[in-house]
DNA sequence: TATCTGTATCGTAATATTGCAATATTAAAC
DNA sequence: GTTTAATATTGCAATATTACGATACAGATA
């Protein structure tokens, strides 16, 4: 097969599966830190600090995109890139809780 | 291709691309939610809490485990897994950090 | 309008992932 | 030792991802 089985999870699962899916691959985390260093919207020069080809990179930031990592608007004739904070919020948000629940797990099992 | 050219980015960034890659599929986050709930470490029946076949399972099972994620020791004729907190730590303390700095920004853009 | 610049899309090759049936393994129970 | 029960591994088919060259497109500038 290779297709997910999507519809036999709930709307949650899905939807931190797909969070985390898309901060799955190293270039992806490097333009998330990158647009973070800069600490601001990026009109350009994305492609020079990766070692990607700008097709790839153009796909990646799609991915990010479409993923609701980050926003992405016309400014001119480039294209303004910056993180879309609620989703990392959603992020920080439920490791924080599986950390907690965690910590204070009653049965010390391994 | 398809190979994710890893050498080309730091550690730190394929770590946590390398967890977030683990936690990119809702069958895993299921097991993990399902290993939360029981508030304890499995020895058994994850099969049947999931809708998939036992070799799936057990695959998602496997790569879970090599991402450090959750940990696995045996346990008369059965396997006890359990979360391995350190992992989750990490994705919480880089994912608070990402939510600071984000919502810290000087530069209001998008 | 022609050209340049930055970005997106298309097409395609290489590789990875997902899922499961069949089979193997392992340790307990008999 | 044989059976049973739980989990892992193998092998394979279907699909997805990654990467990039070629090309298209849109806005700025000459």
Redesign the interface.
Known sequence: MGA???D???GK??A???L???????????I??YL?KV???ICGDIVNEL??AQPTVSQHLKELKNAGLI?G?IEGNSI?Y??D?KA??K??NY??I??T???N???N??
Chains 1, 2 share one sequence.
Do not use: Y
């Open positions: 997910t089985k999507t036999h999870f709930t699962q899905n931190i599966a797909t985390a899916k898309a901060l799955g691959h190293p270039a992806r985390i490097a998330i830190e973070l600490d601001a919207c070692p990607l926003k608007e303004c910056c993180i904070e990392f919020q992020l920080q490791f924080t599986i950390s629940k965690v910590e797990r009653k049965s099992c391994c």
